[in-house]
Nanobody, 121 residues
Framework: QAQLVESGGGLVQAGGSLRLSCAASGRTFSTYAMAWFRQAPGKEREFVAGINWNGGIAYYSDSVKGRFTISRDNAKNTMYLQMDSLKPEDAAVYYC??????????????WGQGTQVTVSS
């Protein structure tokens, strides 16, 4: 099972940008699809964006489509989430996890510590 470490969160004004990273270790990162999820206070964790094993195909939730871009660098065992035009409703703890490509369900019960994104209005 891969170990996943998220980073890059912080405080940003509405309309601003952040780039999140997910570093994986302990398994062959390049062989499986990955995704970003987020959880806001009082809400369930939700799917944000997914990407196939080689980074060639990405898919997004409707709420972030056109504003967020998911990518990966298999040589660095790292996945990214570029977040632009941030809105207060994007504030949440962001997590990464494996997925079956094309789905929105995480494969692993294990979650990293996440990275906090705060958006001020």
């Amino acid at each position: 099972q891969a170990q996943l470490v998220e980073s890059g969160g912080g405080l940003v004004q509405a309309g601003g940008s952040l780039r999140l990273s997910c570093a994986a270790s302990g398994r062959t990162f390049s062989t499986y699809a990955m995704a970003w999820f987020r959880q806001a206070p009082g809400k369930e964790r939700e799917f944000v964006a997914g990407i196939n094993w080689n980074g060639g195909i990405a898919y997004y939730s409707d709420s972030v489509k056109g504003r967020f871009t998911i990518s990966r660098d298999n040589a660095k065992n790292t996945m990214y989430l570029q977040m632009d035009s941030l809105k207060p409703e994007d504030a949440a703890v962001y997590y990464c996890n494996e997925v079956v490509f094309g789905t929105t369900q995480a494969r692993n019960a294990y979650w990293g510590q996440g990275t906090q994104v705060t958006v001020s209005s």
